[in-house]
Each structure stands twice: as structure tokens, then as C-alpha cells.
């Protein structure tokens, strides 16, 4: 089992940064994959960015690729996401979810079985 806690959420211009981060307890953190999605109002969550335990594979949505960079620290037990030029379209709650087997990187949220509570961010155009 293992508790995800996101923070670093805010409120930002358009063509802003933010850091977000993402600290976990319980089970070894390097036994999990970590996988970062978001959701709009009323839309659906969707994929954002994947890291795999050694943090050396990355995966990216195609709307933040160049934009946003995960990386993790597995001594601190956190992952993190860099955004970078957000975009008004960026604006959505973030969560950060895990799923055992530290190598396999997933797009799908329900190949995830652990999530945080999420952090809002806004991006004002």
C-alpha cells in the first residue's frame, strides 16, 4: 500500500512555470512506477507524464511534451512535474498515481491503482 500527497499547485499567468510535487509513504517507493494525469471540468482525466523507478524512462502526453518534465528523487520518496509555458488549456486538477512493477510506464488511469488527492492548477490567459 502506499499514500500520495501532491502540493505545488497554484495560480499562474499564461507562459508561467510551476513545480509540482508529489511525496509518497508507506511500501518502498522505487517498486512503483509513478504516473501524473489531470481533469478539467467536465472533462475526463487524462494522461499527462509517466517515470519509471529508476527515473531514467519517461513518457509525456503529446499537448505537454516540451512543455513539462517529471523526474523523482527516490530518497525523499517524491516525483515531481515541471511545468513550464503554461497554457489557459493546462488549467485542471493534478494528480500523481502509482502502480507496481517500477519499469512499466501506462497512459491508462486504470492501470494505476493509487492516487493522490490532486492540486488545482490555474493558468490565467
Known amino acids: 500500500q502506499v499514500q500520495l500527497v501532491e502540493s505545488g499547485g497554484g495560480l499562474v499567468q499564461a507562459g508561467g512555470s510551476l513545480r509540482l510535487s508529489c511525496i509518497s509513504s508507506?511500501?518502498?517507493?522505487?517498486?512503483?512506477?509513478m504516473g501524473w494525469f489531470r481533469q478539467a471540468p467536465g472533462k475526463e482525466r487524462e494522461f499527462v507524464a509517466a517515470i519509471s523507478w529508476s527515473g531514467y524512462r519517461t513518457l509525456y502526453a503529446d499537448s505537454v511534451k516540451g512543455r513539462f518534465s517529471t523526474s523523482r528523487d527516490n530518497d525523499k520518496n517524491t516525483v515531481y512535474l515541471q511545468m513550464s509555458r503554461l497554457k489557459p488549456e493546462d488549467t485542471a486538477v493534478y494528480y500523481c498515481a502509482a502502480r507496481l512493477g517500477g519499469g512499466d510506464l501506462a497512459i491508462t488511469s486504470s492501470d494505476y491503482p493509487y492516487w493522490g488527492q490532486g492540486t488545482q492548477v490555474t493558468a490565467s490567459s
Open positions: 508507506g511500501r518502498s517507493f522505487s517498486d512503483y512506477a
